[in-house]
Protein backbone atom coordinates (compact mmCIF):
# COMPACT_ATOMS: atom_id res chain seq x y z
CA UNK A 1 0.00 0.00 0.00
CA UNK A 2 1.67 3.62 -1.22
CA UNK A 3 2.17 5.77 1.63
CA UNK A 4 -0.47 8.90 2.44
CA UNK A 5 0.40 11.98 0.52
CA UNK A 6 1.04 15.01 2.93
CA UNK A 7 1.38 18.74 2.38
CA UNK A 8 5.17 19.30 3.55
CA UNK A 9 5.75 21.11 6.68
CA UNK A 10 8.65 21.97 8.84
CA UNK A 11 9.58 19.07 11.63
CA UNK A 12 8.49 19.53 14.76
CA UNK A 13 8.91 18.03 17.87
CA UNK A 14 5.11 17.81 18.58
CA UNK A 15 3.38 14.47 17.79
CA UNK A 16 1.96 14.31 13.86
CA UNK A 17 -1.83 15.63 13.47
CA UNK A 18 -4.04 12.65 15.11
CA UNK A 19 -5.64 11.73 11.98
CA UNK A 20 -2.20 10.99 9.81
CA UNK A 21 -0.76 8.96 13.25
CA UNK A 22 -4.54 7.06 13.32
CA UNK A 23 -3.66 6.45 9.11
CA UNK A 24 -0.17 5.93 9.74
CA UNK A 25 -1.11 2.68 12.43
CA UNK A 26 -3.95 1.69 9.91
CA UNK A 27 -1.79 0.99 7.46
CA UNK A 28 1.68 -0.85 10.19
CA UNK A 29 -2.00 -2.93 11.59
CA UNK A 30 -2.92 -3.77 7.90
CA UNK A 31 0.93 -4.73 6.07
CA UNK A 32 2.65 -5.73 9.11
CA UNK A 33 -0.09 -6.63 11.35
CA UNK A 34 -0.69 -10.55 12.63
CA UNK A 35 -4.25 -12.39 12.76
CA UNK A 36 -5.57 -12.98 15.68
CA UNK A 37 -8.82 -15.18 16.29
CA UNK A 38 -10.99 -13.25 18.52
CA UNK A 39 -14.36 -14.05 19.83
CA UNK A 40 -16.78 -13.43 17.16
CA UNK A 41 -14.60 -15.47 15.09
CA UNK A 42 -14.50 -12.57 12.83
CA UNK A 43 -10.74 -11.87 13.62
CA UNK A 44 -8.80 -8.87 13.66
CA UNK A 45 -5.12 -7.75 12.68
CA UNK A 46 -3.35 -6.31 15.85
CA UNK A 47 0.09 -5.02 16.35
CA UNK A 48 1.67 -5.37 19.68
CA UNK A 49 2.86 -1.76 21.55
CA UNK A 50 1.29 0.56 19.12
CA UNK A 51 0.49 3.90 20.65
CA UNK A 52 -0.70 7.23 19.32
CA UNK A 53 -0.11 10.67 21.37
CA UNK A 54 -2.39 13.57 21.53
CA UNK A 55 -1.31 17.19 23.06
CA UNK A 56 -4.53 17.81 25.06
CA UNK A 57 -3.25 20.94 26.51
CA UNK A 58 -5.16 23.10 24.28
CA UNK A 59 -8.46 21.69 25.90
CA UNK A 60 -9.55 19.46 22.50
CA UNK A 61 -9.78 15.54 22.91
CA UNK A 62 -9.16 14.10 19.52
CA UNK A 63 -11.57 11.88 18.03
CA UNK A 64 -12.47 9.71 14.99
CA UNK A 65 -15.79 8.52 14.48
CA UNK A 66 -18.13 7.61 11.72
CA UNK A 67 -21.16 7.96 13.79
CA UNK A 68 -22.71 10.97 15.57
CA UNK A 69 -21.40 11.29 19.40
CA UNK A 70 -23.29 12.45 22.03
CA UNK A 71 -20.91 14.82 24.04
CA UNK A 72 -22.21 15.05 27.12
CA UNK A 73 -22.44 10.80 27.41
CA UNK A 74 -19.20 10.25 25.92
CA UNK A 75 -17.48 12.17 28.67
CA UNK A 76 -19.44 10.95 31.50
CA UNK A 77 -18.65 7.35 30.24
CA UNK A 78 -14.98 8.36 29.60
CA UNK A 79 -14.62 9.45 32.77
CA UNK A 80 -16.22 6.74 34.75
CA UNK A 81 -13.80 4.42 32.54
CA UNK A 82 -11.06 6.27 34.45
CA UNK A 83 -12.39 5.35 37.64
CA UNK A 84 -11.87 1.67 36.62
CA UNK A 85 -15.56 0.47 37.84
CA UNK A 86 -16.99 -2.15 35.99
CA UNK A 87 -20.36 -1.48 37.46
CA UNK A 88 -23.13 0.64 35.28
CA UNK A 89 -24.66 1.86 38.26
CA UNK A 90 -23.13 4.67 38.15
CA UNK A 91 -23.56 5.58 34.41
CA UNK A 92 -27.42 4.78 34.49
CA UNK A 93 -27.66 7.01 37.22
CA UNK A 94 -26.65 10.08 35.16
CA UNK A 95 -29.40 8.69 32.75
CA UNK A 96 -26.30 6.93 30.55
CA UNK A 97 -27.05 3.36 29.42
CA UNK A 98 -24.52 2.73 26.36
CA UNK A 99 -23.88 -0.33 28.70
CA UNK A 100 -27.12 -1.74 29.44
CA UNK A 101 -28.04 -4.04 27.12
CA UNK A 102 -25.27 -6.84 28.10
CA UNK A 103 -26.08 -6.46 31.55
CA UNK A 104 -29.65 -6.78 30.72
CA UNK A 105 -29.72 -9.43 28.53
CA UNK A 106 -27.91 -11.72 30.72
CA UNK A 107 -30.59 -11.13 33.53
CA UNK A 108 -33.75 -12.05 31.16
CA UNK A 109 -32.00 -15.16 30.30
CA UNK A 110 -30.73 -16.04 33.96
CA UNK A 111 -33.96 -15.20 35.57
CA UNK A 112 -36.80 -15.29 32.45
CA UNK A 113 -38.06 -11.94 34.18
CA UNK A 114 -39.24 -9.75 31.09
CA UNK A 115 -38.30 -6.82 32.28
CA UNK A 116 -37.59 -3.33 30.54
CA UNK A 117 -34.96 -1.81 29.89
CA UNK A 118 -35.78 1.83 31.83
CA UNK A 119 -37.00 -0.59 34.71
CA UNK A 120 -34.06 -2.50 34.72
CA UNK A 121 -31.87 0.48 35.23
CA UNK A 122 -34.00 2.22 37.66
CA UNK A 123 -33.51 -0.58 39.65
CA UNK A 124 -29.44 -0.98 39.03
CA UNK A 125 -30.04 3.09 40.63
CA UNK A 126 -32.02 2.21 43.34
CA UNK A 127 -30.92 -0.96 44.52
CA UNK A 128 -27.21 -1.94 45.36
CA UNK A 129 -27.68 -5.30 46.21
CA UNK A 130 -29.37 -5.70 42.79
CA UNK A 131 -26.61 -3.46 40.82
CA UNK A 132 -23.90 -5.57 42.59
CA UNK A 133 -25.58 -8.84 41.23
CA UNK A 134 -26.70 -7.33 37.77
CA UNK A 135 -24.75 -4.12 36.89
CA UNK A 136 -21.42 -5.25 36.70
CA UNK A 137 -19.95 -5.70 33.20
CA UNK A 138 -16.67 -7.30 34.05
CA UNK A 139 -13.55 -6.96 32.13
CA UNK A 140 -14.97 -4.47 29.23
CA UNK A 141 -11.87 -2.47 28.59
CA UNK A 142 -8.51 -4.44 28.30
Known sequence: MAS????????????????????DLMRRIWEQGDERVDRTGIGTRAVFGAELRFDLSDGRVPLLTTKRVFWKTAT???LWFLTGDT??????AQGVEIWTDWP?????RQTGDPISRADFSARIVADEAFAAQWGDLGPVYG
Do not use: K, T
Open 4 to 23: VLRPDSPPSRAAPHYEWQYL
Open 76 to 78: REF
Open 87 to 92: NIRALC
Open 104 to 108: LDRYR
